[in-house]
């Protein structure tokens, strides 16, 4: 990716951080609601990670970033998994309430499985990323300058807003986070956005041409 494009990029997923509280006082309270447009939002974004992630495993060379690509794959399958409520909103919904319709992934018949199956794959993944070296590309990423940091950034905030829109605040500040549920899902939405963003760029970091590299390629 394009420098100028990347930062630029980052640009606007803070800006759009920041417009998340603005933004929940005025949207709708169902577009918040479990199966809502911006959960359904949330899945496809994640949906799109893993799509990229498989992409660059299958058609890349099985080096770090390829590697790093299938690892990532059973990470972007519980996240999304996990914003299904693990397939529970399929089913029609038990009830509804002052925040929509109720999912519970307790009816499921596999959900006592979840727990064990998510913990294999997230092991899975950090031991493939292990034995072929994923953390060493990650380090030359960072040394070379291509880690993504202002995404971190964006995550991080994404995740702070996220547990204010769950009403982990003060009590003073409860009046201030008035649509929460908004407040949360949209910041969710933004920081799975940046999460993507980060990926594509770790993914196809290319490391600085030497001087004297480049000039030899000159001659």
């Not at 980060?198 to 196809?204: K, N, P, S, T």
């Amino acid at each position: 990716m394009h420098t100028k494009s990347f930062v630029g990029l980052q640009r606007v997923l803070l800006l759009c951080l920041l417009l998340c509280y603005p933004l929940s006082l005025v949207i709708p309270l169902a577009w918040s609601w479990e199966n809502g447009i911006i959960e359904n939002a949330q899945v496809v974004v994640l949906l799109a990670g893993l799509v990229l992630a498989g992409r660059a495993w299958l058609r890349g060379p099985r080096d770090g970033a390829a590697m790093l690509g299938l690892c990532a794959v059973p990470v972007w399958f519980l996240l999304a998994s996990r914003e299904l409520s693990w397939g529970a909103v399929f089913l029609p919904p038990l009830g509804f309430g002052p925040e929509g319709p109720v999912f519970s992934s307790r009816v499921l018949p596999y959900r006592p499985l979840v727990p064990a199956i998510a913990g294999l794959l997230v092991l899975a993944s950090f031991v493939t990323g292990w034995r072929h070296g994923v953390h060493r590309y990650l380090k030359r990423v960072i040394v070379g300058g291509g880690f993504p940091w202002m995404c971190v950034l964006v995550v991080l905030g994404a995740a702070l807003g996220s547990t204010f829109g769950e009403g982990h605040v003060p009590a003073f500040a409860r009046d201030w986070v008035a649509h929460s549920q908004v407040l949360e899902e949209l910041c969710e939405l933004v920081g799975y956005v940046a999460l993507v963003l980060a990926q594509g760029v770790v993914l196809g970091y290319k490391a600085p041409v030497k001087a004297s590299k480049r000039a030899a390629e000159t001659v």
